[in-house]
C-alpha cells in the first residue's frame, strides 16, 4: 500500500529520501572522527579562553591583547554585523535613488545614473575596497598636521578630524547611567526606540481606521512626533547625554568616537557596489507597474514625485524585495573582504589570526560558516516576513 497507493506514496519516497540523507551525514561524520583520531587530533574549543595575544584597533567593546580568543571573536562578529548594518542602509539609499533617477526623463540625470550603474557594478568590490582606501590614505592628511600655531589642517567646526587613519567624530556618553555596564545602557536606548516604533506604528493604524470609517484621515503628524522624542529625551536627561570631543594627544587624536579607514573604505565600497545592483532592481520593480497606475494617479492632479512616493514604489516593492534580500546577504558575506584593508571582522580574527595561532583550523572554519549562515538566514526570515506584509492580499 505504501508504494501502490497514490496517498501514501510520496510519503513513502520522502522517507526514504530522508533516511539515505542522514546515513549520508552520519557516514562523512564518523569517518571525519575517525581520520581525527588516526591523526592524534580532536575537535576541542577550549583556546577560547586563553590569551589572544593582538591587538584589535576598531572595536565595540573593550578589548586589548590579554583578552581571551573568545572575546577577540566576538569583537569581530560585532565588526562584520556593524560593517554589514551600516552597508545594507546606505547601499540601499544609493540603490533606490540611482534606480528612480536612471527612469528619469532628463537625459543627462539618466545616462550618468546608467554609468554609475555600469561602471560601479562590473568592477569587482575587492578592487573598490583598495581603491577607496588607497585615496583615504593618500589625500587625507596625518594627525600631525592639525599641531602647531599655523597647522596645515583644521577641524571641521572644531569637533570633527578626517585623518589618513581614520575620521574622529564626537561621541556620546552618559554622566549618571542607569547601569554599569555600557552596553546595557544603550540596550536600554534601543529599547525605547524601539517601543516608539510600535508606538507610532499603533497611531498609523488607528488614523487608517478612522479613514475607512469616516473617509477622512485625522492629522497625527505631531502625536507621532511626540511617541518618538518625548520618551527618547526624557531618557537622555535622566541617563546625563553629554558629548565628548577628540583632541589631538601626542601623534593622534584620542576622545570621542574613531571611524578607522579600514571601516570608511570597507563600508563605502559594499555601499556603492551594491548600490548598483540594487538600482537595477529598483528600475525593473518600477518598469514593472502599469503605466496605467501613472497615469490614473496624474488625473487625479497629483505630481510625479507625489506619484512615485504614493502610487508606484508601494507596488514596486513586491518585486524589489525578494532580490533585494539577496544583495543583502551579498553584503553580508563580502563583508569577509575586510581583511584586504586591515579590517577585524570574524574573518579576520577568528579566521585568521586565532586560527594561525592556535592551529585550530576544523573549529574555527566550523564556527565561521556557522556564523555567515545564522546570519544570512536571519536577514532572509526578516525579509521575507516584510515581504509577506505587503504582498497583494487574495481573498
Not at 599641531?147 to 589642517?153: I, Q, T, V, Y
Not at 554599569?180 to 517601543?195: I, P
Not at 581583511?339 to 565561521?368: K, M, S
Request: net charge positive; glycine share 8%.
Amino acid at each position: 500500500m505504501l508504494i501502490n497507493d497514490t496517498r501514501y506514496r510520496s510519503l513513502t519516497f520522502q522517507a526514504i529520501a530522508a533516511i539515505i540523507l542522514a546515513l549520508s551525514f552520519w557516514y562523512l561524520l564518523n569517518n571525519l572522527f575517525q581520520n581525527l583520531a588516526a591523526a592524534g587530533l580532536n575537535i576541542s574549543y577550549s583556546f577560547f579562553g586563553e590569551s589572544a595575544g593582538y591587538d584589535i584597533n576598531q572595536r565595540l567593546i573593550e578589548y586589548d591583547s590579554q583578552s581571551s580568543h573568545g572575546r577577540a571573536a566576538v569583537v569581530g562578529i560585532l565588526n562584520t554585523l556593524l560593517v554589514a548594518f551600516l552597508a545594507c542602509i546606505t547601499a540601499t539609499i544609493f540603490g533606490v535613488v540611482a534606480g528612480v533617477l536612471r527612469l528619469s526623463n532628463n537625459w543627462l540625470v539618466s545616462k550618468l545614473m546608467a554609468f554609475y550603474v555600469e561602471i560601479f557594478r562590473n568592477i569587482p568590490v575587492l578592487i573598490w575596497i583598495i581603491i577607496i582606501f588607497t585615496i583615504m590614505t593618500a589625500v587625507l592628511p596625518a594627525p600631525r598636521a592639525f599641531r602647531g600655531d599655523e597647522p596645515a589642517a583644521s577641524m571641521l567646526f572644531g569637533s570633527a578630524a578626517f585623518t589618513n587613519r581614520g575620521v574622529y567624530i564626537p561621541g556620546p556618553w552618559f554622566s549618571r547611567p542607569l547601569f554599569d555596564v555600557a552596553v546595557l545602557n544603550w540596550l536600554l536606548v534601543l529599547a525605547f526606540l524601539v517601543g516608539s516604533f510600535f508606538g507610532a506604528r499603533a497611531l498609523g493604524r488607528w488614523a487608517t481606521k478612522v479613514q475607512e470609517a469616516t473617509g477622512d484621515r485625522p492629522v497625527t503628524w505631531y502625536f507621532s512626533l511626540g511617541i518618538w522624542l518625548v520618551p527618547f529625551l526624557a531618557l537622555m536627561v535622566i541617563m546625563g547625554l553629554s558629548w565628548e570631543y577628540p583632541a589631538l594627544k601626542g601623534f593622534n587624536f584620542s576622545g570621542g568616537i574613531k571611524i578607522g579607514g579600514p571601516l570608511i573604505a570597507l563600508w563605502f565600497a559594499l555601499s556603492i557596489y551594491t548600490g548598483a545592483f540594487i538600482a537595477e532592481n529598483v528600475r525593473a520593480g518600477i518598469q514593472a507597474i502599469n503605466k496605467g497606475q501613472t497615469e490614473a494617479a496624474a488625473s487625479l492632479g497629483l505630481r510625479p514625485g507625489r506619484v512615485m512616493n504614493l502610487v508606484v514604489l508601494p507596488q514596486a516593492l513586491r518585486v524589489i524585495i525578494p532580490p533585494l534580500i539577496s544583495q543583502y546577504l551579498n553584503i553580508t558575506k563580502n563583508s569577509s573582504l575586510a581583511i584586504a584593508v586591515g579590517y577585524a571582522d570574524i574573518t579576520a580574527t577568528l579566521g585568521g589570526i586565532t586560527l594561525n595561532q592556535t592551529g585550530r583550523a576544523i573549529e574555527c572554519v566550523l564556527l565561521l560558516m556557522l556564523f555567515y549562515l545564522t546570519i544570512s538566514l536571519l536577514i532572509s526570515a526578516f525579509m521575507n516576513v516584510y515581504n509577506s506584509s505587503i504582498k497583494l492580499k487574495e481573498r
